[in-house]
């Protein structure tokens, strides 16, 4: 059963910055358009950011220009560079495939960003 790994989470201040890496099995990263989610408590999981294969990236309006998704096939690993954090960034950050159905859901990584 195929389940993302995520980590790099944690507690910063308004305007810090954290890494998120995202680790898979096998060639899932290689194979797949890749994306970050969040869920924040109380609202549902909402896309972030993905990548193509080819390594083309979208991001939703609210954290383009501050967040970055980038890939390394190699390591068989997806990334998520996250600047000018802001509260309401504050989340559990899953990533998974981009295309449905998802693969299973892991653990995610909490971001808390304090004011």
């Known amino acids: 059963q195929v389940q993302p790994v995520e980590s790099g989470g944690g507690l910063v201040q308004s305007g810090g910055s954290l890494r998120l890496s995202c680790a898979a099995s096998?060639?899932?990263?290689?194979?797949?358009?890749m994306a970050w989610y969040r869920q924040a408590q109380g609202k549902q999981r909402e896309l972030v950011a993905y990548i193509t294969r080819g390594g083309s990236t979208t991001y939703i309006g609210s954290v383009k220009g501050r967040f970055t998704i980038s890939r390394d096939n190699a390591q068989n690993t997806v990334y998520l560079q996250l600047d000018s954090l802001r509260p309401e960034d504050t989340a559990v950050y899953y990533c998974?495939?981009?295309?449905?159905?998802?693969?299973?859901w892991g653990q995610g990584t909490q971001v808390t960003v304090s004011s």
């Open positions: 096998g060639n899932i990263v290689s194979d797949n358009d």
């Open positions: 998974n495939r981009r295309k449905w159905p998802p693969f299973s």
